[in-house]
């Protein structure tokens, strides 16, 4: 059974039109089924399609990247990867079934795959617990990454989740180190690693396995600091304020790739992803081999510094840049001339305000 959101109706009505003319058994018994009708209204199906998702808003965006019936990171890891091989535990406190990760084949060529996996039907969601990752979910993937690192293999991670998960047993096992250490790890990799979004990168819990020479964002997902019903809340103690908030966000790929915080955007089918997820997966394997083999040729230290200059990079043109006072990667913030004269008007505003009155009643004895 297809799920549909809330702007789908006019394509869910002509869909079941489309199964019922399909059945030879109308209401009158059995008929010969009208092809030609099935055609016209697939192509009416098509157009609507085409004419909703080409003007998506951010928050029509965040509901497809949530959209029930898209492919979860176990699909994409079949898909993709041969000969793979499932690593589980942390070593410290347990195994968290939140993220799949092991080692397998893309083409010929070995790679540590990572990914976070909502799960597909109520009893695997409650299982995976909906993609929320717990500390010890982010140590067994620390634990592999450097596994990998030691042995030159590239990293593939797979972003899906709303956040990491902020119960009192996961704060209690250091989730806030765990996922700090996880970043640090990443940032730190020898390797060629590459994240891509899938759906929600929600958060720390996403940036924690995207801190990536190459960050790919399918067009229909989403990532960000907060949730939009989240960011609502806050700015406004409305969570009804999503629209506004997730326009404000921009964690859409489109706006992301604009302020180069990604790499990347992979088309997705018409309709999204989950209507053709057979097409978007060979999409991914193809960016996945061609990004690896941008980074064939160069040294484990070019690699390294490819992914530091990069963070490094993001929000210079927004007013960040380097200072030569600062040491080497630092960062400080350049004031606009506008900015530097409404500074210093403020801090000299009764200096100021008292040259004015002078030259003021100076303007009056010369009048009168």
Known sequence: MKNYLDFEKEIKELEQQVDNLKSPFGSEGISEVDTDKIKNTQLEINQKLEEIYSNLNSWQRTQVARHEDRPKANFYIKKIFSKFTLLSGDRYFGDDKSVIAGFGLIGDRSVLIIGQEKGEDLNSRIERNFGMMRPEGYRKCIRLMKLADRFQIPVVSFIDTPGAYPGIGAEQRGQASAIANSIECCMSLTVPNISIIIGEGGSGGAIALASSNKVIMLENSIYSVISPEGCASILWRDPSKSLQAAEAMKLTAKDLLKLKIIDEIIP?????????????????????IKNLKSFENLSKQEIYDHRKNKFLQIGRDQGFSKSSSLNDGELSYKESSFRKLQSQLQKNKYVYLGIGLVILAGIIALIS
């Open 268 to 288: 997705e089918p018409l309709g999204g992803a989950h209507r053709d997820p057979d097409n978007i997966a060979n999409d991914i394997k193809y960016a996945i």
